[in-house]
């Protein structure tokens, strides 16, 4: 794939009873925090944005860090942007409603 810029939103969805979700939540955001992907939490979910090759990186890396740490189960709901022929940022998709 290219080099631009693309955003996404991630949302993990613990299908769990050992813990609180949110508890696996909060941990799939500090992976998210660790990493060099620019990002914004929100209420239902967590929009990050850079390089294509790095945000799918963390897709994988918040997947294998869950699997790592014996959650159960959970649900990875994914949107992904891309343009194929430059950046797409969320600033420009949002800086009309700042």
Same mark, same amino acid.
């Given at each position: 794939?290219? =080099?631009?810029?693309? %955003? #996404?939103?991630?949302?993990?969805?613990?299908?769990?009873? $050992?813990?609180?979700?949110?508890?696996?939540? $909060?941990? #799939?955001?500090?992976v998210?925090?660790?990493? %060099?992907?620019?990002?914004?939490?929100? #209420?239902? =979910?967590?929009?990050?944005?850079? *390089?294509?090759? $790095?945000v799918?990186q963390l897709i994988?890396?918040?997947?294998?860090y869950?699997?790592?740490?014996?959650? %159960?189960?959970?649900? #990875? =709901?994914?949107?992904?942007q891309?343009?194929? *022929?430059?950046?797409?940022?969320?600033?420009? *998709?949002?800086?009309k409603? *700042?």
């Open positions: 794939m290219h =080099s631009y810029i693309i %955003n #996404a939103s991630i949302q993990i969805l613990p299908v769990v009873q $050992d813990r609180h979700p949110y508890e696996w939540v $909060d941990e #799939a955001i500090a998210i925090q660790k990493s %060099n992907v620019k990002y914004e939490v929100g #209420a239902f =979910s967590t929009v990050v944005e850079g *390089k294509y090759s $790095d799918m994988n890396d918040i997947n294998e869950l699997y790592s740490r014996e959650c %159960n189960e959970w649900i #990875a =709901s994914v949107q992904i891309i343009r194929s *022929k430059g950046d797409i940022t969320g600033d420009e *998709k949002t800086e409603f *700042k």
